[in-house]
């Protein structure tokens, strides 16, 4: 038995007077610590011991920097004397009295569940219970409470209580279990369902360490969702405390430490068991993340079987309010005006996978890109790798036609709402990166659909991955994350194992001699099918033929639009008078459309051009 009166040369404290505190831990049947009422951060700590009993002592794994030191096993009965003893006290306040203080610090005293010495006397309760005995060496016949608990503890004994009951209380001592060989098949055989645990340590505000009840499995456990700011050590020894690590800490502590709770564990990435814990009184990774104690973390949010709209819905209301560590918090579009953060506007042209040209009810032309997606793309060798070709990334990048394709059958010519998440900065070009002027960055829908979701869940674009403290990205990120993970799951796209589809286009928009051989062909064709890929003027356009593959410039016959200017052999022609009003006009009526002819020739714009 470990005993925890006090010793015998230890001097007896000054004349006792009541304290009071709250309950943080119990340590043992016989020893707990008590801690003040916070003010401005973690309150001070102090352990009490319980004058004249012993309690068994807890198990306690072998030192891991000793390879011969053993685990220690329970003794009888000591981890119900802790249960009896937590189950009445965290979190309750108590009162004590410290008889003695030895010349190490340590105090002993009785201890009374509440306000007062009219409470109940936790020694007396044990020993009652047969769960302590009381320590009869040095016992003073003068002294009524030493008195009382040899009392009851003769009475435990006739009524064979815990320890006085038969067998010695060999059946009491638990089968900790302190590794598990396979954690990821451990947490997959339990099916994401809630097991009954206690949390026995506090790491830190977003890691702690659990007894999986019933079967006594002590594992760590990690937040899924979120991180708290932590303790963290150097190289050279030296301890660094990140901002309000102490505060998460604590508050984790005050809520869930030796508390009953249940678990679900989600996940077990590189040996990391993920899992979010239920308390009756509310949710800790929520409450973490809305008092301003954690931050959202991409990579194990996926997991989290709770919602994970509901854990960015808590960090931006943190965010809001600038609370903790989000004080110097400023939102991407803290300075823009509510009318330029959202928006109404016509699609115009579909630029490549993740961007756009919108026309805003002003007139006026914006280019939007889609936010935290990258669109389809291949690596500088293989982009370089035939350079008798000339590169075009629209057909000769895989999954770029179709990527483009989708956007330009769902969004052109058509109103979609707009909800501007960041402006990206000009960026210059560096070694292996090119440069980018600023980009405009959103979350564009139509109908309620994502666009970006749903280009990222048919395998036509990647998410982009973040830095933990980036806050630039889309307001719909989860979705995005998820939507590709189904993506990869069902092999779509630029996750499929197939042989990527290739796009063999002929472009004979600037050979006059190829045009001229192509022309009786399609005289003869009847009815073609073409987009409009590009306008160079109002009456001059580049076709894309679907059915023939193949890239003509087209004129309309009858009419001729004023010149825009371009670069000629002997310089610059300048534009003619009302050419920019011309093309933009047969922009908006028709780039990026359905169009087909119905005879010989392609018949003029406005009365014969069908757009589809």
Same mark, same amino acid.
């Given at each position: 038995?470990?005993?925890?009166?006090?010793?015998?040369?230890? +001097? @007896?404290?000054?004349?006792?007077?009541?304290?009071?505190?709250?309950?943080?831990?119990?340590?043992?049947?016989?020893?707990?610590?008590?801690?003040?009422?916070?003010?401005?951060?973690?309150?001070?700590?102090?352990?009490?011991?319980?004058?004249?009993?012993?309690?068994?002592?807890?198990?306690?794994?072998?030192?891991?920097?000793?390879?011969?030191?053993?685990?220690?096993?329970?003794?009888?009965?000591?981890?119900?004397?802790?249960?009896?003893?937590?189950?009445?006290?965290?979190?309750?306040?108590?009162?004590?009295?410290?008889?003695?203080?030895?010349?190490?610090?340590?105090?002993?005293?009785?201890?009374?569940?509440?306000?007062?010495?009219?409470?109940?006397?936790?020694?007396?309760?044990?020993?009652?219970?047969?769960?302590?005995?009381?320590?009869?060496?040095?016992?003073?016949?003068?002294?009524?409470?030493?008195?009382?608990?040899?009392?009851?503890?003769?009475?435990?004994?006739?009524?064979?209580?815990?320890?006085?009951?038969?067998?010695?209380?060999?059946?009491?001592?638990?089968?900790?279990?302190?590794?598990?060989?396979?954690?990821?098949?451990?947490?997959?055989?339990?099916?994401?369902?809630?097991?009954?645990?206690?949390?026995?340590?506090?790491?830190?505000?977003?890691?702690?360490?659990?007894?999986?009840?019933?079967?006594?499995?002590?594992?760590?456990?990690?937040?899924?969702?979120?991180?708290?700011?932590?303790?963290?050590?150097?190289?050279?020894?030296?301890?660094?405390?990140?901002?309000?690590?102490?505060?998460?800490?604590?508050?984790?502590?005050?809520?869930?430490?030796?508390?009953?709770?249940?678990?679900?564990?989600?996940?077990?990435?590189?040996?990391?068991?993920?899992?979010?814990?239920?308390?009756?009184?509310?949710?800790?990774?929520?409450?973490?993340?809305?008092?301003?104690?954690?931050?959202?973390?991409?990579?194990?949010?996926?997991?989290?079987?709770?919602? +994970?709209?509901?854990?960015?819905?808590?960090?931006?209301?943190?965010?809001?309010?600038?609370?903790?560590?989000?004080?110097?918090?400023?939102?991407?579009?803290?300075?823009?005006?509510?009318?330029?953060?959202?928006?109404?506007?016509?699609?115009?042209?579909?630029?490549?996978?993740?961007?756009?040209?919108?026309?805003?009810?002003?007139?006026?032309?914006?280019?939007?890109?889609?936010?935290?997606?990258?669109?389809?793309?291949?690596?500088?060798?293989?982009?370089?790798?035939?350079?008798?070709?000339?590169?075009?990334?629209?057909?000769?990048?895989?999954?770029?036609?179709?990527?483009?394709?989708?956007?330009?059958?769902?969004?052109?010519?058509?109103?979609?709402?707009?909800?501007?998440?960041?402006?990206?900065?000009?960026?210059?070009?560096?070694?292996?990166?090119?440069?980018?002027?600023?980009?405009?960055?959103?979350?564009?829908?139509?109908?309620?659909?994502?666009?970006?979701?749903?280009?990222?869940?048919?395998?036509?674009?990647?998410?982009?991955?973040?830095?933990?403290?980036?806050?630039?990205?889309?307001?719909?990120?989860?979705?995005?994350? @998820?939507?590709?993970?189904?993506?990869?799951?069902?092999?779509?796209?630029?996750?499929?194992?197939?042989?990527?589809?290739?796009?063999?286009?002929?472009?004979?928009?600037?050979?006059?001699?190829?045009?001229?051989?192509?022309?009786?062909?399609?005289?003869?064709?009847?009815?073609?099918?073409?987009?409009?890929?590009?306008?160079?003027?109002?009456?001059?356009?580049?076709?894309?033929?679907?059915?023939?593959?193949?890239?003509?410039?087209?004129?309309? +016959?009858?009419?001729?639009?004023?010149?825009?200017?371009?670069?000629?052999?002997?310089?610059?022609?300048?534009?003619?008078?009302?050419?920019?009003? @011309?093309?933009?006009?047969?922009?908006?009526?028709?780039?990026?459309?359905?169009?087909?002819?119905?005879?010989?020739?392609?018949?003029?714009?406005?009365?014969?051009?069908?757009?589809?």
């Amino acid at each position: 038995m470990a005993s925890v009166s006090a010793p015998a040369q230890a +001097a @007896a404290a000054p004349a006792a007077s009541l304290q009071r505190g709250i309950v943080k831990m119990v340590l043992s049947g016989c020893a707990i610590i008590v801690r003040g009422q916070p003010r401005g951060g973690p309150p001070p700590e102090r352990q009490i011991n319980l004058s004249n009993i012993r309690a068994g002592a807890m198990a306690r794994r072998a030192a891991q920097a000793q390879p011969d030191s053993k685990d220690t096993p329970d003794e009888p009965y000591a981890f119900q004397a802790r249960e009896f003893l937590r189950k009445k006290l965290i979190g309750k306040e108590v009162c004590f009295t410290v008889e003695i203080k030895t010349a190490l610090g340590r105090e002993y005293g009785i201890v009374y569940l509440g306000r007062d010495t009219t409470g109940e006397n936790l020694a007396d309760s044990l020993v009652n219970e047969g769960l302590a005995t009381v320590r009869r060496e040095g016992i003073r016949g003068n002294n009524p409470d030493q008195a009382r608990l040899c009392e009851l503890e003769d009475q435990s004994r006739a009524s064979k209580k815990g320890l006085w009951s038969e067998g010695g209380g060999t059946q009491s001592v638990r089968d900790l279990k302190y590794t598990i060989e396979n954690p990821r098949n451990f947490v997959d055989s339990l099916h994401q369902k809630p097991i009954n645990a206690i949390i026995e340590h506090v790491r830190d505000g977003s890691v702690v360490r659990a007894l999986l009840l019933p079967d006594y499995y002590l594992v760590t456990v990690m937040l899924s969702g979120v991180k708290c700011p932590t303790f963290k050590r150097e190289a050279d020894g030296t301890e660094f405390t990140e901002s309000f690590a102490a505060e998460a800490k604590f508050f984790t502590e005050s809520r869930l430490l030796q508390r009953d709770v249940q678990i679900i564990l989600e996940s077990c990435p590189n040996q990391i068991i993920l899992g979010t814990i239920m308390h009756p009184n509310g949710n800790i990774t929520e409450l973490l993340l809305n008092e301003g104690f954690a931050r959202c973390v991409d990579w194990s949010m996926a997991v989290y079987t709770q919602g +994970a709209d509901k854990l960015r819905s808590a960090e931006k209301s943190a965010k809001e309010r600038k609370v903790r560590i989000w004080k110097d918090y400023v939102a991407p579009t803290a300075n823009m005006d509510q009318k330029d953060r959202q928006f109404v506007a016509k699609v115009m042209q579909v630029l490549n996978a993740d961007a756009m040209v919108v026309k805003l009810n002003s007139g006026e032309l914006k280019t939007i890109h889609l936010s935290s997606i990258r669109p389809p793309r291949i690596e500088g060798e293989e982009k370089n790798k035939d350079k008798d070709k000339r590169f075009r990334p629209l057909y000769d990048i895989p999954y770029m036609f179709e990527a483009r394709e989708f956007l330009r059958k769902k969004i052109i010519g058509k109103k979609v709402n707009v909800t501007v998440d960041y402006i990206r900065a000009a960026t210059g070009p560096g070694e292996s990166t090119p440069a980018f002027s600023e980009r405009t960055c959103a979350t564009v829908t139509i109908g309620g659909i994502n666009i970006a979701e749903a280009l990222v869940s048919k395998g036509l674009a990647t998410c982009i991955r973040y830095r933990q403290d980036d806050d630039q990205r889309s307001s719909h990120y989860d979705e995005l994350l @998820a939507a590709e993970a189904r993506a990869i799951k069902n092999g779509k796209g630029l996750h499929s194992k197939k042989e990527a589809p290739i796009h063999r286009v002929a472009d004979i928009s600037g050979d006059t001699q190829k045009a001229k051989q192509f022309l009786p062909f399609l005289q003869r064709a009847g009815r073609s099918e073409a987009v409009v890929e590009y306008v160079f003027s109002g009456s001059r356009l580049k076709l894309y033929m679907p059915k023939e593959t193949c890239l003509i410039t087209f004129l309309l +016959a009858g009419i001729e639009c004023p010149r825009s200017s371009r670069n000629m052999p002997g310089g610059t022609q300048v534009a003619e008078p009302f050419s920019e009003e @011309a093309m933009l006009f047969t922009k908006e009526l028709v780039l990026q459309r359905e169009v087909s002819r119905l005879s010989g020739t392609f018949w003029p714009l406005f009365h014969h051009f069908l757009v589809v």
